[in-house]
Each structure stands twice: as structure tokens, then as C-alpha cells.
């Protein structure tokens, strides 16, 4: 959210062309909030192993593409982004 905050800034500042499409993986970013996430990590309490199922959602494919691309944005506008 961090990242698609501060592009949102920037390209409305800019008054960049493709601000709408920034705006709307903002929104659908939001809207996923946490539980859109995937958890890469195990958690190890009072000897038990918490085990984390992957579900095959029908639209995650449909959207991995953009998400990549806010992932992305970091890299290749790294003089805007500090690590």
C-alpha cells in the first residue's frame, strides 16, 4: 500500500496519463487488504506447526500480472523509492 501511496502522489503531482490505472490497483490492492496476501512464512509455536493452505482463488490469475507491476515499480523507479 506504502508503494502504490506514494506513485499515486507522484503521478498526480506529475499529472502523469496513467494516474486512472495507479488509482485502480490502489483500490483493488485495498480492497484484497491483508487476507489478499500470500504468507510465505511458518510459524513455529509451543511445538506446534501452523500450516498454511494455498487456495486456488479465480481470480487471483487474473490479477497476478498487476500485481507484479506495482512489485516492479520499486525497481525500476528506485531513485524515488528509498530502500
Known sequence: MTVL???VELK???KDEDLVAWQWLQRLVKI???HGMSSEERDMENEFECVLHVKNMGWHYGIERELNIVDH???LDNDIFAP
Open 12 to 14: 498526480s503531482d506529475q
Open 5 to 7: 501511496k506514494h506513485l
Open 73 to 75: 515499480q520499486q525497481l
Open 32 to 34: 484484497l487488504g491483508d
